[in-house]
């Protein structure tokens, strides 16, 4: 082994704002390094980390023109109240396969990606 994973990173135009929205979707503590930077520290798992970029660009779903670079797959027991309480945060449905499948497509505020998936 070389290291360990100390983060998960996102670009977004505001890291105060969208590691609120983190928080009230996987809990954890917002500590903030300064403007440019702000982690969510949780009991489980990576920290998530968000940098402030000038002039930042959504990723598209399902195109690659402005392509997700990658997604948090987020393991929930109840995909229908998940849902209500992720949208109720801020998300926006990009896919549900109309219930037929184990997990749904959102976008946080800012446009990345994530799935809640029934676990």
Do not use: S
Not at 51 to 60: C, K, N, T
């Amino acid at each position: 082994m070389i290291g360990t994973l100390r983060a998960y990173a996102l670009d977004c135009p505001d890291p105060r704002a969208l590691a609120g929205f983190y928080a009230g979707l996987v809990g954890g503590k917002i500590v903030e390094e300064d403007d440019e930077w702000v982690e969510l520290v949780g009991d489980h798992g990576p920290t998530l980390a968000f940098q402030r970029v000038e002039g930042f660009r959504a990723p598209a779903w399902p195109t690659q023109d402005a392509p997700q670079q990658g997604h948090l797959d987020i393991g929930v027991t109840d995909l229908d109240a998940a849902q209500a309480q992720v949208l109720e945060l801020g998300a926006t449905l990009l896919e549900d396969w109309n219930g037929t499948k184990g997990w749904r497509v959102f976008a946080d505020p800012v446009g990345h990606p994530f799935c809640l998936c029934a676990c």
